[in-house]
């Protein structure tokens, strides 16, 4: 094995960071039970119990705590780590290193990837810089940074097993038999033997020369420990996903609009390919929006090369569309019954047009679970209010889930501030940030008193 310099592990273990994750979560009053949210890894850090806020005539609320891994990708505070490390998480504190603590704010997210971008507020931060992960062999040596079993720090060697491997871990309802180019989950994972173990999640996969060649993300074990084989996001995936985050707020991806499964001996032989390998064309968008069909792909074609990149399955189609933008234009090799086709096609978003696509925003009230509905003077009379706004509907958001708020309160105040409409009510929760403590104050027709429930935002 290539001796590893200690200068260069040096700069990898500077670039490593630990997530402490807060999900604040309703217990019974004088519980103080902290929970590992369900599917997290568990890491070394020392778990912070925040102080605890009590919903007034309710239960008390106390943090679920978990834990991940991340990496430092420049010195201004940017930081990649998996998207289930993040996804439900109410505060991020971050760890560096040399155990200085910040709060990070989560940038963006992509869950078909598994990825997500934080930053912290500091500068001239150590960082790993990516490679080109495409350029990588099987059988080249690697380490897997991370943060496993309270083990701050741990480096593990192994070599590439594999690449392009799809495990059907981020959206295991999808089929790789026959799967949407573009609607479903991009798995294209470098496996690797570096022992992976939960708290890994989020960490570097690198190189001897100390570059990011993926970031650690799955393991496939029957016991949940390490048993020889790891998965991390390849390097060129992760790159582009950053670099639409910031550029755009929401990842970019090309889209065909067709639906493809791995060419077998099997399949070979029912619909009589003359090719062993590649991504065969089953179908088209439901809803007609193809650029694929558009430019003269028909249904039984195989996919065996785009621009000068070999295609051996849907896997590494889906891939490589995935790692294009909207409006790109890729010139297709297909096989039509053994003849061979080279198509040019401009690739389009998931809408069926070649213009980027805007990150989608929730207004405050709808990113809680709440519909609200103004409540007119003649009611408001009625029950002896002078303002309210009155919870029309309760949906999957952190109201329904951290209170026990019914439809038909009407909310007279926030925190201490009078809201006489559905948009009063949303400036004033657009104005809070993550963790901040919220106080829904109001009263239930017909019930003779107030009721108060506390959140955290």
Not at 24 to 29: D, L, N, Q, R, Y
Not at 145 to 154: A, E, M, R
Not at 189 to 202: L, M, V
Not at 421 to 441: F, H, T, Y
Request: net charge negative; charged share 20%; proline share 4%.
């Amino acid at each position: 094995m290539k001796n590893f310099g200690s200068l260069v592990l040096a700069a990898i273990l500077g670039s490593l960071i630990t997530m402490a994750t807060y999900q604040w979560i309703a217990k019974e009053k004088n519980s103080v039970t902290i929970e590992h949210i369900d599917g997290m890894p568990t890491s070394q850090v020392a778990y912070r119990i925040n102080e605890r806020g009590e919903a007034p005539n309710g239960p008390q609320q106390g943090p679920s705590v978990s834990s991940g891994s991340g990496v430092i990708i420049n010195a201004e505070g940017y930081i990649v780590t998996n998207n289930h490390v993040v996804q439900d998480a109410d505060v991020v504190d971050v760890t560096l290193h040399d155990n200085r603590s910040f709060k990070a704010e989560v940038v963006g997210t992509d869950p078909d990837t598994d990825l997500a971008l934080i930053k912290i507020n500091q500068k001239d931060l150590p960082y790993l810089s990516f490679v080109n992960s495409d350029n990588s062999k099987v059988g080249e040596w690697v380490l897997a940074v991370g943060n496993p079993f309270n083990l701050n720090s741990t480096v593990t060697a192994g070599i590439i097993s594999a690449k392009g491997r799809n495990i059907n871990i981020i959206n295991s309802n999808n089929s790789s038999r026959n799967t949407e180019q573009g609607s479903t989950a991009i798995e294209s994972f470098i496996q690797t033997d570096a022992a992976i173990n939960p708290g890994n999640s989020g960490g570097a996969l690198v190189n001897l020369d100390g570059g990011l060649l993926g970031i650690n993300t799955a393991i496939a074990s029957p016991t949940g420990s390490y048993s020889g084989y790891g998965f991390a996001v390849p390097a060129n995936i992760v790159s582009k996903v950053v670099e639409d985050l910031l550029a755009f707020g929401t990842v970019q991806r090309g889209w065909l609009g067709i639906q493809v499964g791995s060419v077998n001996s099997e399949l070979a032989k029912s619909e009589g390919l003359d090719v062993a390998e590649g991504a065969y064309v089953s179908g088209f968008a439901k809803d007609g929006k193809s650029a694929a069909k558009d430019a003269g792909i028909n249904i039984g074609d195989v996919v065996v090369k785009i621009d000068e990149t070999p295609i051996k399955s849907s896997t590494a189609l889906i891939e490589y569309v995935g790692r294009k933008r909207p409006g790109d234009k890729i010139n297709i090799t297909i096989d039509r019954k053994g003849k061979s086709l080279v198509i040019p096609v401009t690739l389009r978003n998931k809408d069926g047009k070649y213009g980027t696509v805007k990150r989608e925003e929730k207004d405050a009230v709808t990113s809680l679970g709440m519909e609200l509905q103004d409540i007119d003077a003649k009611k408001l009379k009625a029950l002896d209010l002078t303002y309210g706004v009155e919870v029309k509907s309760l949906a999957n958001g952190k109201v329904e889930k951290y209170t026990d708020m019914h439809e038909g309160f009407i909310i007279t105040h926030i925190d201490s501030a009078p809201v006489k409409s559905a948009r009063e009510v949303n400036e004033l929760l657009k104005k809070k940030k993550s963790g901040d403590q919220v106080i829904l104050a109001g009263v239930y027709p017909e019930v003779p008193r107030e009721y108060l429930y506390a959140f955290r935002f």
